[in-house]
């Protein structure tokens, strides 16, 4: 399998634009993470969803940030209107359980908001 | 507040000796500890993960648990400079996917 696949790897837009990050989980992880991970708050997770629904977005900071996963093989996180304070890499990873232990990570996106 | 602290560092061991990470974590309900290892500009990665009180080696990594007070560490032998990397700790609660991540212990190895 090639892992998960991430898109763009990366980013940089300005103030206000609307930022679409995309995921592919590796085939046959029924869950699938978005973290965001920034110097000063270390790795954070935004939302999880399993088998294709979301189940916790009680880490989503804010209404500007939606998240969506239309199918087994694809995620978006989405950023309107992205904000300087949102620069960070965007971490996605899957997993066929959620104990920790088989939770594969993609190779992140860095977005820079100017 | 669930919380998973880890000396943020950077620790400077070298070439050679032993390496020697910490992480206290404050949820007696804890049930399975993980160490991840996250190098530059990558993604985090997971080398060694523990469920039981005592020690657990894999390779030149040894993680040791002491459920009652409350710490998770990992050692590293013969510390190599590939070894340099952030050292995550995770701590899953087993519930409602409660996977409590430690800010990271950056560590130098120096030749």
């Known amino acids: 399998d090639a892992g998960v696949i991430q898109s763009p790897r990366h980013e940089v837009t300005e103030m206000g634009q609307e930022v679409t990050l995309r995921c592919k989980p590796i085939?046959?992880?029924?869950?699938l993470f978005w973290y965001r991970q920034t110097m000063m708050r270390g790795l954070e997770l935004l939302i999880y969803?399993?088998?294709?629904?979301?189940?916790?977005d009680s880490g989503m900071p804010e209404d500007r940030f939606s998240a969506k996963m239309p199918n087994a093989s694809f995620s978006t996180l989405k950023i309107q209107p992205s904000e300087p304070r949102d620069s960070a890499v965007y971490f996605c990873?899957?997993?066929?359980?959620?104990?920790?232990?088989?939770?594969?990570f993609g190779e992140g996106s860095w977005l820079t908001v100017v | 507040q669930k919380e998973v602290e880890q000396n943020s560092g950077p620790l400077s061991v070298p070439e050679g000796a032993i390496a020697s990470l910490n992480c206290t974590y404050s949820?007696?309900?804890?049930?399975?500890f993980f160490w991840y290892r996250q190098y530059s500009g990558k993604s985090p990665e997971l080398i060694m993960s523990?469920?039981s009180n005592g020690d657990k080696e894999d390779g030149r990594f040894t993680a040791q648990l002491n459920k009652a007070s409350q710490y998770v560490s990992l050692l590293i032998r013969d510390s190599q400079p590939s070894d340099s990397a952030t050292y995550l700790c995770?701590?899953?609660?087993?519930?409602?996917?409660?996977?409590?991540w430690g800010a990271g212990t950056k560590l130098i190895i120096k030749p």
């Open positions: 990873a899957s997993s066929d359980n959620f104990s920790g232990n088989t939770i594969y």
């Open positions: 085939s046959g992880h029924d869950y």
């Open positions: 969803f399993n088998n294709n629904v979301p189940i916790d």
């Open positions: 949820d007696r309900v804890s049930q399975s």
């Open positions: 523990i469920y």
């Open positions: 995770a701590v899953y609660l087993g519930s409602n996917y409660q996977l409590i």
